[in-house]
Nanobody, 119 residues
Framework: QVQLVESGGGLVQPGGSLRLSCVPS????????AAWYRQAPGQQRELVAT???????HYLDSVKDRFTISRDNAKNTVYLQMNSLKPEDTAVYYCNLELRTDWGNRNYWGQGTQVTVSS
């Protein structure tokens, strides 16, 4: 059974940094495209960053120049580097991976990791 394992969340002070990781387990399928979403309490889930199979990146306006999505194909892992964190970045962060499977590309969700920005 395919699962996405997320890690790297936690509590950080404003202005600090965190790096989230997302790696598929239970499969040898490789990552085609990836995205990070977040959901704050009482709010809808929003798209934070995407990276395509060709490496193109797109970001939510409020995180541009602070967050960077990247991938390590050798490790089959996607990252979200978050710098200059603000209290409004507090949310549960979810990764979404499009994996290349024997049955075509399939999308999977991670379990979410809490990011709290507070002094």
């Amino acid at each position: 059974q395919v699962q996405l394992v997320e890690s790297g969340g936690g509590l950080v002070q404003p202005g600090g940094s965190l790096r989230l990781s997302c790696v598929p387990s239970g499969t040898s399928s490789t990552i085609n495209a990836a995205a990070w979403y977040r959901q704050a309490p009482g709010q809808q889930r929003e798209l934070v960053a995407t990276i395509t199979g060709g490496g193109s990146r797109h970001y939510l306006d409020s995180v541009k120049d602070r967050f960077t999505i990247s991938r390590d194909n050798a490790k089959n892992t996607v990252y979200l580097q978050m710098n200059s964190l603000k209290p409004e970045d507090t949310a549960v962060y979810y990764c979404n991976l499009e994996l290349r499977t024997d049955w075509g590309n399939r999308n999977y969700w991670g379990q979410g990791t809490q990011v709290t920005v507070s002094s």
